[in-house]
């Protein structure tokens, strides 16, 4: 059993910033495998459904981003679901667009998302940190939509994550690595390589 929490805002209006690419991410794996519908529970949207025997919830916060925890939280409590079957998409100001790192524990970075779920529920769950670069104002940043240029990468990183994420997730922990880097570049070509690094 799983929980895949993506993060964002709730609202029209933040539906495509950058901030919201977590959303984006697991409402597109819940499409590709053709998870239930969407219903309110937990303070978020929630599916679920199962993938090669393994059953999987998804959960999309509707607190806001800096209260997202409290939500996950009450799924994981519900459910007892260990932190480390948890995986939570986000996105990250540390990798430039185009870049996905799949991280095994760790700090939160000041991103306030993970903040939030590291008190309310430790720090040893899976991040998929999606890359959204760093500008030099980075609140305005995270809140600006992606720019039409921008938006051809994204739904390509997004298309990658919705098919191989989850096989993604099992190498990492198979392997015993600390990070998996996905990187999509020009064609969509995908670079794959593991780390042992922080």
Not at 67 to 91: M, N, Q, T, W
Not at 164 to 186: D, F, M, R, W
């Amino acid at each position: 059993m799983w929980l895949l929490a993506g993060l964002g805002n709730p609202g029209p209006q933040y539906a495509k910033t950058r901030h919201n690419v977590g959303f984006m991410a697991v409402g597109a794996i819940a499409e590709h495998y053709g998870f239930s519908p969407w219903v309110k529970k937990f303070r978020g949207q929630w599916c679920e459904g199962s993938v090669k025997g393994e059953k999987y919830f998804i959960l999309k916060p509707q607190t806001f981003m800096n209260l997202s925890g409290e939500a996950i939280g009450e799924a994981c409590r519900f459910y007892k679901i260990p932190p480390e079957r948890v995986v939570v998409f986000h996105d990250e100001l540390d990798l430039p667009l185009g870049e996905v790192k799949i991280k095994r524990s760790g700090g939160n970075a000041g991103h306030n998302g993970l903040k939030s779920i590291d008190a309310a529920i430790g720090k040893d769950y899976l991040r998929v940190r999606i890359g959204i670069g760093k500008p030099r104002e980075a609140i305005e940043h995270v809140l600006d939509n992606f720019t039409g240029e921008e938006m051809k990468s994204v739904d390509a990183i997004i298309a990658y994550l919705a098919r191989h994420v989850l096989e993604q997730v099992e190498h990492l922990l198979s392997i015993g690595a600390k990070n998996l880097k996905i990187k999509i570049g020009a064609g969509n070509q995908v670079k794959v390589s593991a780390s042992a690094e922080k």
